[in-house]
């Protein structure tokens, strides 16, 4: 069974960085396809970045492109999500999320879920 549990949410400002872990059970990460999505108040969950099993291939939605970096580590079976230059409009819950195949834009095709952190950005 796939587990993950996202954590690096909070507070911060326009601006500022923040950097997202997701910890997946073993071999999670090494072997599977990740994604970091989000979901912001009476909004649809959206993409925001995913990674290929073997890291060597990285996707970001157009709005985070240049300001967030997907990466992993497979040793310690994280996902990350560095977010720099942040935004108002990037508040919502971010989850992380994985799927067997290769990697997808779409969060219906992710069948493994995190339960989600919280990211505010003030103005």
């Known amino acids: 069974q796939v587990q993950l549990v996202e954590s690096g949410g909070g507070l911060v400002q326009a601006g500022g960085s923040l950097r997202l872990s997701c910890a997946a059970s073993?071999?999670?990460?090494?072997?599977?396809?990740m994604g970091w999505f989000r979901q912001a108040p009476r909004k649809e969950r959206e993409f925001v970045a995913a990674?290929?099993?073997?890291?060597?291939?990285?996707y970001y939605a157009d709005s985070v492109k240049g300001r967030f970096t997907i990466s992993k580590d497979n040793a310690r079976n994280t996902l990350y999500l560095q977010m720099n230059s942040l935004e108002p409009e990037d508040t919502a819950v971010y989850y992380c999320?994985?799927?067997?195949?290769?990697?997808?834009?779409?969060?219906?095709?992710?069948?493994?879920w995190g339960q989600g952190t919280q990211v505010t950005v003030s103005s």
């Open positions: 990674i290929n099993w073997s890291g060597a291939s990285t």
């Open positions: 999320a994985a799927r067997y195949s290769g990697r997808s834009y779409y969060p219906s095709e992710y069948p493994y």
């Open positions: 073993a071999r999670t990460v090494s072997s599977y396809a």
